[in-house]
């Protein structure tokens, strides 16, 4: 009888703390009354920036929303998300980059890419049919002062006003995490690549 009177107890004490969390959640929602875009910025060292952002790409899409997709530091080289992305309907992806910065070594070339990049993410920054833009890697070529922050911060604040923004890449200035609605920084526990596992089809590339 104990055992069943312990484990009717453990249920009470469990709903009661499910029903606190219930209206605590449910207040927030209450609150949440704003609707306009938002910018989300994925930072840090941990692999997964871009697969979060291609993750939210697929999610717009599936609500067949209008998504632009401009990769700054990508290579030429075809990656698996490229590759099914192209596919889909409602999609402008441009792969803009000369590739990351250890393999150009030229600085040059390096912001003179970033600048073409940039004006082309201007574009869809300007044009209200757009519903999400993605900048991946932008926090890069930030980083390396190939593009004038204050000129990206104020492009991004003059956007279509339901226009939402994802931003990638490790480093991301100061000025970016305090103008983004939403902030992750990725932390890197372990990676296969440290034991000497090389990139994977379908996992890093």
């Known amino acids: 009888m104990k055992e069943i009177s312990d484990a009717s107890l453990a249920e ?8 606190r969390k219930k209206e605590v959640v449910d207040a927030g929602i209450a609150r949440a009354t ?6 989300v910025l994925h930072t840090g060292n941990g692999k997964g920036k871009s697969s979060a952002a291609f993750g939210m790409v697929a999610r ?9 997709v401009i990769q700054f530091s990508k290579a030429s080289n075809s990656t698996g998300e490229e590759a099914f992305f192209r596919r889909q309907s409602g999609l402008a ?28 993410a201007c574009e869809y920054l300007a044009d209200p049919a757009y519903d999400l833009v993605v900048l991946d890697e932008l926090n ?22 339901m226009q939402h923004i994802i931003i990638t890449g490790r480093a991301a200035r100061p000025e970016l995490i305090e103008l983004a609605d939403t902030v992750t920084d ?14 994977q089809k379908g996992i890093e590339l």
Do not use: C, N
């Open 12 to 19: 009470v004490r469990h709903r009661k703390r499910m029903q």
């Open 93 to 120: 992806y441009h792969v803009m980059g000369e590739g990351f910065t250890w393999e150009t070594q030229d600085r040059e070339r390096d912001r003179h890419a970033a600048a073409a990049a940039w004006d082309r």
């Open 140 to 161: 890069i070529v930030l980083k390396h002062q190939y593009l004038p922050i204050e000129s990206v911060i104020e492009t991004l604040r003059q956007r279509p006003g």
């Open 60 to 68: 717009a899409l599936g609500h067949e929303l209008r998504v632009a």
């Open 186 to 199: 990725m932390h890197e526990v372990k990676h296969a690549y440290k034991v000497g596992v090389r990139a």
């Open 34 to 39: 704003q609707a306009r875009g938002v910018i």
